[in-house]
């Protein structure tokens, strides 16, 4: 009799969820930043839901998130976040997420990081590898193996084609990148930023990144008097026409830094750390690179 009962109960749990029932992290797929957002939206497609935490135009490393967001990370099918800690208001949601047994996948650990060579950061993880579309490349094979393997039911054939599509558009971007820094004579290709955030893109295509206002490979340090003294010399020494920061970050230190400096620096705004609003220049990743290198090339021709 309690092997009926048993078999019984079974049944009616079986019956209950394949009639609409709720099971445990059957969620959407939550990505942390936009950026990533952008590039698991274009691998989705429409096969799954995706929601994506980071509004346009915010600082991945102090975006805070809401308690909907928080339970939405709970019950997440797959949490696609940055990691190498440049998600810093949102790790502990992610180690919640971890505990309750969602799947969270740290992209930029997968893609050969490179780590800060000097400055408060030294010797950590660069977490900024979007700024290198070949590095993006093997981001979308991590996500893509790791939707193929976690969420159910999803159409597999549509979601490898549109993966390869995209990864055929990753590489004509780094091309077109490629040919417009090939205008740039080898002197002039000598980057100053608001805090390291170009690391990969100076690895990739051959620039030297003379320094950061502020030394840190996130922006919530600050630099120090000696700092900005050090990146006065460099930036005289060097001869830099412009300083470059981020478009979603106030560039008062970056104008103080300039005015100190005694020469002619122009503060030119990039989309490095987020998108922007639907219908601006850096409304996807793809334009956002492609406005980033015209800003580059332009402010340093």
Known sequence: MRHLLA???????AVLTGCGGRTAHDGDIVVTTNILGDVVRNIVGDTAPVRVLMRAGADPHSFGISAQDAAAMNDAALIVHNGLGLEENLARNVENAAAQGVTAIAVGER????RYAEGASAGTADPHFWT???????????IEQALLRDIAHIDRDSLSRNADAYRGQLRALDREMADGFATLPPDRRKLVTNHHVLGYLAQRFDFEVIGAVVP?????????????????????DAGVPA????????????RVLAEDAGVQV????????SLSAPGTPGATYLDMMRANTDAIVTGLR
């Open 111 to 114: 893609i050969g990081p490179i």
């Open 243 to 254: 300083i470059f920061v981020d478009s979603s970050q106030p560039d008062k230190l970056a």
């Open 7 to 13: 078999l019984l109960l079974t049944l009616v749990v």
């Open 266 to 273: 122009r503060i030119i705004g990039l989309y490095s750390e």
């Open 216 to 236: 840190s490979g996130t922006t919530l340090a600050a630099p120090s008097p000696s700092d900005l003294q050090s990146l006065v010399g460099a930036i005289e």
């Open 132 to 142: 290198d579309p070949q590095r993006m490349i093997t981001a979308v094979d991590v």
